[in-house]
């Protein structure tokens, strides 16, 4: 790749609560003790999102007082995979999908299964 998309943090953070607008309201109803924030980088190479917490098919009665669970959208690993913004923001969208798809219990396989 020759061209690496500059994007300001602010922009980037818009395109996440977009394509967390695309998420149906029956799903997002779903979701329960979540954060998601957008980091620059991430703890390891490689990683365009994170998912750590308790997916909700885990959790049972002792399930309470916890801290909410995290959904990491990293910025410059996905601007520095994309070539324009179109691409910024198909990637990000598949980004946030994968990682709340984690929340709801979903691991990579059957998410790789589904096409995603």
């Known amino acids: 790749m020759t061209n690496v998309i ?17 998420i149906p309201p029956d799903l997002t109803r779903l979701m329960d003790n979540v954060v998601v924030v957008v ?16 997916p909700l098919t885990e959790r049972g009665d002792w399930y309470a007082g916890v801290l909410p669970d995290r959904i990491e959208i ?6 520095q995979i994309c070539e324009t913004e179109e691409e910024v923001v198909e990637e990000v969208q598949i980004t946030v999908v994968h ?12 998410l790789h299964e589904l096409g995603w």
């Open 6 to 22: 500059e994007m300001s943090r602010q922009r980037f953070e818009e395109l996440v609560a977009e394509a967390l607008d695309t």
């Open 39 to 54: 980091v620059d980088d991430p703890p390891e190479p490689d990683l365009l999102g994170l998912y750590t917490g308790i």
């Open 74 to 79: 990293y910025r410059n690993p996905i601007c």
């Open 99 to 110: 990682e709340i798809a984690h929340h709801f219990g979903i691991d990579d396989q059957r």
